[in-house]
């Protein structure tokens, strides 16, 4: 399979694109080990770090960072962890007005365990996050409405996803959803998405299929569930797209990766903010609707892998200039 290339990718659109990011916010709680434990197993790791993350703060920075305007919405608690938290994201000039505050639970906490080859293993306690609610998405509806682009995850409540993505269609919008944690996807929900974003684990248990299964036939599935495009991520290996009916293999950056946290919410970020420019094709019919598809997931594939040269999630993300330096002389297959 032949495709375009990337040897001058700057074709952003020539006003900053908008992204709205309805999702979680965490504090990360971050420990080197020389290897994932099994379970039943202690083992010692080396030092500890805290960062702000969770999906949907990462992946409004990685948005903010590609040149984005971002608003995000979402709750984090009464305590210290939403004060550090708040504080990061306003450094990287996000708005965050739309984030809400909820006295009777503590701002969510991710523990992560990092292994010295990069792999990670993550356990999430929601807390504030799962007081996203229709409510407050409706609340802040006009953020999502001003968007280019939506861009969801799971790590809040289906009804606050299904709500914003309600609100997003019905403006004309993109909607872009990164099913990850992977769960059960009602079926009112697939039909507003405009770009399902899963890793091979996620697409299996999405489709209750093997997740053995070769990634190609894994990816060329995922539009059956309703998604007129659909890209299965391979970390390091760059990623699969389906663009209706398309098949095509999206090449990583080569780097030296250390840190695999936060490389799928580089992929997304990316992902928002290049999209602006596919919608508009797509509403117009433009013949070069392929290309920019193609070159979008490129840059994402290529924000993915510079996310894993640093550690920590947020921290990671990479900037507008290094994805598009990154981007030269790659091209799908």
């Known amino acids: 399979m032949s495709g375009s290339d990337a040897t001058s990718p700057a074709t952003l659109p020539a006003s900053a694109p908008r992204v709205c990011v309805v999702g979680s916010l965490n504090m990360d709680l971050v420990i080197r080990v020389p290897r994932i434990p099994q379970a039943g197993e202690t083992i010692l790791g080396g030092g500890y770090r805290t960062f702000a993350g969770g999906k949907g703060a990462n992946q409004a920075v990685a948005a903010a960072r590609m040149g984005a305007l971002v608003s ?21 000039k996000l708005d965050i007005s739309g984030v809400d505050t909820r006295s009777q639970a503590a701002t969510g906490l991710a523990l992560i365990t990092v292994a010295e080859g990069g792999e ?26 001003m968007a280019d682009v939506l861009l969801l995850q799971l790590e809040i409540p289906n009804p606050a996803v299904i709500a914003a993505a ?4 019905a403006s004309g919008r993109a909607v872009i959803l990164n099913a990850a944690p992977a769960r059960p996807l009602p079926a009112d929900l697939l039909k507003l998405v405009d770009v399902l974003v899963v890793n ?44 209706k009916g398309r098949p095509r293999r999206v090449p990583p950056a080569v780097v030296k990766s250390i840190d695999a946290v936060g490389a799928g919410d580089a992929f997304c970020g990316a992902l928002a903010t290049w999209w602006a420019n596919v919608h508009e094709a797509i509403k117009k019919r433009d013949p070069a609707e392929f290309k920019l598809v193609e070159e979008a997931a490129i840059a994402a594939a290529v924000a993915g892998s510079l996310a894993t040269t640093k550690h920590g999630a947020l921290q990671s993300m990479p900037d507008r200039a290094e994805v598009l330096a990154a981007m030269v002389g790659l091209k799908v297959s």
Do not use: F, S, W, Y
């Open 72 to 92: 995000l919405i979402g709750c984090v608690g009464l305590d210290q962890h939403a004060l550090k938290v708040r504080e990061a994201l306003e450094r990287e």
């Open 120 to 145: 990670n293993a993550i356990v999430v306690a929601p807390g504030a996050n799962a007081e996203v609610t229709p409510e407050l998405v409706q609340q802040h509806a006009a953020k999502i409405e």
């Open 166 to 169: 309600k609100i997003a269609k």
């Open 200 to 243: 091979k684990n996620e697409a299996a248990r999405i489709m209750g299929l093997d997740a053995n299964l070769d990634p190609a036939r894994l990816a060329l599935r995922l539009p059956d569930l309703g998604p007129q495009t659909a890209i299965l991520t391979l970390g390091v290996h760059g990623a699969i797209l389906a663009h």
